[in-house]
């Protein structure tokens, strides 16, 4: 997968894994930390959601001219780090108000825009050396790759250190339980509800409760700081990119280079035309990508209230292998040692390195298989590893799909793969507006309202994350790639911005959530991924024509 890329490659693939393993903690706890903790609506913690992630994108623009004027990509890079791993150690933080937390986000989201659009623009200019130039795209989704290994893994993190010092305090972790809490505290619990909470309370004490009023705040106090703690890891996962970046950044280009008589390295200049042009047809692609953006991060938002609302709690022993750590970890494996094993050219020691593998990582899933109940619950922030998880089962498939048309000179363009990638999101919220068809409103939900299989969710999370591959690598090498070279910095904070943008209205859905049909939001999402895909099959010429 490495092979023929530059070593700095390797730097970007590693410093990124860490830092995304935050991001993703954040994705994947943060609307139920909001409303568990400070009893926010979902509409009000959406709000909250949309401007943290519009924030951490569209900072990215700020942290592009920075980078553009100063041409210290690398220099901006680093005091990215320490920026956003002191938010996350501000998170880690239990007992502090509503505020505190809001300027803990804003620190995370001002060194996150100081960082992602910069080493983007790092990669890219790995790959302006003619040596690497064709190898540009498949870099993009190698790197894309590695941020979602870090992905992987910090919803698994994050439910365990949750689950554990709940534990630890003498409780069980019942989801259902926050929102009845703060019900009774703010006097408006009904009586059905009122007998709903002394039902949960007495389940995940192991006793009968008598006073609810000191288990509600004992219990909530032991719920949101399981969360803090979980927030503390991906402090300790910052560290780790800070740590290969500072020793390895030195593989990294830098454009501040001097020459042998002292004189610096001057920036390439297009003419006026030419720029005009290039910079048109990066700014129509960013407002197709804001549709893009606004429906794919409803996966931390409306979905995962879906996955807490409307999904089974448990699932059994098959299923349950796709929910531990352990043994998705044993399936994403043997999926490689089988791809090793049947890859072409392969050298003998290869081939059994690759079977070896396989052949384990059944064995592992078959053990786990037996050792699991008929009956297991789970958190449903574990609905968050799935699109990581597949982007690193189907990167290789997807890149030799395209290797494959490019051999025959069939690969389609990047402006072609967007356009691809729009319509098979609206694919994927179709599968769940159809599981979503019958269910109750939000506003009449109860405890014992009716709740769907996981498959819809797992079904819509492995078609978006094609839709992903198809999209977002390949948008962030066309910019790469278009980009003016005095506006490299810029232009990605600019795809960075449109991101933002898309992540500002996603609030649109959690406000639609709670008050129309289930299945109503997700058609608003697949008309608006349809006009999007409409948009830029319009002007796909034009793009072509820059790229």
Same mark, same amino acid.
């Given at each position: 997968?490495?092979?023929?890329?530059?070593?700095?490659?390797?730097?970007?693939?590693?410093?990124?894994?860490?830092?995304?393993?935050?991001?993703?903690?954040?994705?994947?706890?943060?609307?139920?930390?909001?409303?568990?903790?400070?009893?926010?609506?979902?509409?009000?913690?959406?709000?909250?959601?949309?401007?943290?992630?519009?924030?951490?994108?569209?900072?990215?623009?700020?942290?592009?001219?920075?980078?553009?004027?100063?041409?210290?990509?690398?220099?901006?890079?680093?005091?990215?780090?320490?920026?956003?791993?002191?938010?996350?150690?501000?998170?880690?933080?239990?007992?502090?108000?509503?505020?505190?937390?809001?300027?803990?986000?804003?620190?995370?989201?001002?060194?996150?825009?100081?960082?992602?659009?910069?080493?983007?623009?790092?990669?890219?200019?790995? =790959?302006?050396?003619?040596?690497?130039?064709?190898?540009?795209?498949?870099?993009?989704?190698?790197?894309?790759?590695?941020?979602?290994?870090?992905?992987?893994?910090?919803? =698994?993190?994050?439910?365990?250190?949750?689950?554990?010092?709940?534990?630890?305090?003498?409780?069980?972790?019942?989801?259902?339980?926050?929102?009845?809490?703060?019900?009774?505290?703010?006097?408006?619990?009904?009586?059905?509800?009122?007998?709903?909470?002394?039902? *949960?309370?007495?389940?995940?004490?192991?006793?009968?409760?008598?006073?609810?009023?000191?288990?509600?705040?004992? =219990?909530?106090?032991?719920?949101?700081?399981?969360?803090?703690?979980?927030?503390?890891?991906?402090?300790?996962?910052?560290?780790?990119?800070?740590?290969?970046?500072?020793?390895?950044?030195?593989?990294?280009?830098?454009?501040?280079?001097?020459?042998?008589?002292?004189?610096?390295?001057?920036?390439?200049?297009?003419?006026?035309?030419?720029?005009?042009?290039?910079?048109?047809?990066?700014?129509?692609?960013?407002?197709?990508?804001?549709?893009?953006?606004?429906?794919?991060?409803?996966?931390?938002?409306?979905?995962?209230?879906?996955?807490?609302?409307?999904?089974?709690?448990?699932?059994?022993?098959?299923?349950?292998?796709?929910?531990?750590?352990?043994? *998705?970890?044993?399936?994403?494996?043997?999926?490689?040692?089988?791809?090793?094993?049947?890859?072409?050219?392969?050298?003998?020691?290869?081939?059994?390195?690759?079977?070896?593998?396989?052949?384990?990582?059944?064995?592992?899933?078959?053990?786990?298989?037996?050792?699991?109940?008929?009956?297991?619950?789970?958190?449903?922030?574990?609905?968050?590893?799935?699109?990581?998880?597949?982007?690193?089962?189907?990167?290789?498939?997807?890149?030799?799909?395209?290797?494959?048309?490019?051999?025959?000179?069939?690969?389609?363009?990047?402006?072609?793969?967007?356009?691809?990638?729009?319509?098979?999101?609206?694919?994927?919220?179709?599968?769940?507006?159809?599981?979503?068809?019958?269910?109750?409103?939000?506003?009449?939900?109860?405890?014992?309202?009716?709740?769907?299989?996981?498959?819809?969710?797992?079904?819509?999370?492995?078609?978006?994350?094609?839709?992903?591959?198809?999209?977002?690598?390949?948008?962030?090498?066309?910019?790469?790639?278009?980009?003016?070279?005095?506006?490299?910095?810029?232009?990605?904070?600019?795809?960075?911005?449109?991101?933002?943008?898309?992540? !500002?209205?996603?609030?649109?859905?959690?406000?639609?959530?709670?008050?129309?049909?289930?299945? !109503?939001?997700?058609?608003?999402?697949?008309?608006?991924?349809?006009?999007?895909?409409?948009?830029?099959?319009?002007?796909?010429?034009?793009?072509?024509?820059?790229?």
């Amino acid at each position: 997968m490495f092979k023929g890329h530059p070593k700095g490659l390797y730097i970007a693939f590693f410093a990124n894994m860490g830092e995304r393993f935050g991001f993703y903690t954040m994705m994947g706890i943060l609307v139920y930390y909001l409303t568990s903790k400070y009893g926010l609506s979902g509409s009000d913690a959406g709000i909250i959601y949309s401007v943290f992630y519009g924030l951490i994108y569209g900072l990215a623009l700020v942290g592009g001219i920075v980078a553009d004027r100063t041409r210290n990509y690398k220099g901006v890079i680093f005091i990215g780090l320490i920026t956003m791993l002191a938010g996350y150690l501000l998170m880690s933080i239990p007992g502090f108000g509503l505020v505190f937390t809001l300027i803990a986000l804003f620190i995370i989201a001002f060194g996150n825009g100081l960082f992602k659009g910069n080493l983007q623009a790092v990669v890219g200019q790995l =790959y302006d050396d003619k040596k690497y130039s064709h190898l540009r795209d498949s870099a993009f989704n190698v790197f894309y790759m590695g941020i979602n290994i870090g992905a992987l893994y910090a919803p =698994y993190a994050a439910s365990g250190i949750i689950g554990w010092f709940i534990k630890k305090q003498g409780f069980e972790r019942n989801d259902l339980l926050p929102s009845l809490i703060h019900k009774l505290k703010d006097g408006i619990i009904t009586t059905d509800e009122a007998a709903s909470l002394q039902h *949960l309370a007495d389940k995940v004490a192991g006793t009968h409760i008598t006073d609810l009023s000191v288990f509600a705040k004992d =219990y909530l106090a032991a719920y949101s700081t399981g969360f803090n703690y979980a927030f503390g890891v991906a402090a300790i996962t910052m560290i780790f990119s800070f740590v290969v970046y500072w020793i390895f950044k030195n593989k990294l280009p830098d454009v501040k280079k001097t020459k042998a008589d002292g004189t610096t390295e001057k920036i390439p200049e297009m003419s006026k035309e030419e720029t005009r042009q290039r910079m048109t047809a990066l700014f129509l692609v960013f407002g197709v990508v804001i549709f893009f953006w606004m429906a794919f991060h409803q996966n931390g938002l409306t979905m995962s209230l879906f996955a807490r609302d409307y999904t089974v709690q448990s699932v059994n022993s098959g299923t349950y292998l796709l929910f531990n750590v352990w043994s *998705l970890t044993a399936i994403v494996a043997g999926f490689y040692g089988l791809m090793t094993l049947l890859s072409r050219g392969t050298k003998p020691l290869a081939k059994f390195i690759g079977g070896t593998v396989l052949t384990g990582s059944v064995i592992v899933a078959y053990l786990l298989y037996k050792s699991f109940p008929s009956k297991n619950p789970f958190s449903p922030e574990l609905f968050q590893p799935f699109n990581p998880a597949f982007i690193v089962i189907l990167t290789p498939i997807i890149l030799g799909i395209f290797a494959w048309l490019n051999k025959r000179n069939k690969e389609p363009s990047a402006p072609r793969k967007i356009g691809y990638g729009m319509i098979i999101t609206s694919i994927a919220f179709t599968i769940l507006l159809i599981g979503s068809l019958g269910l109750t409103p939000f506003s009449q939900l109860t405890p014992d309202s009716p709740r769907i299989g996981v498959g819809w969710l797992i079904g819509t999370y492995f078609t978006m994350t094609i839709a992903e591959l198809f999209l977002s690598p390949m948008g962030i090498s066309f910019v790469s790639k278009v980009s003016p070279p005095k506006y490299q910095g810029l232009m990605q904070g600019g795809w960075l911005g449109a991101t933002a943008l898309g992540n !500002q209205m996603l609030w649109i859905g959690s406000y639609l959530y709670e008050r129309v049909a289930i299945w !109503q939001v997700w058609l608003v999402f697949i008309i608006l991924t349809l006009i999007a895909a409409a948009f830029i099959f319009s002007i796909m010429k034009k793009l072509e024509k820059v790229s």
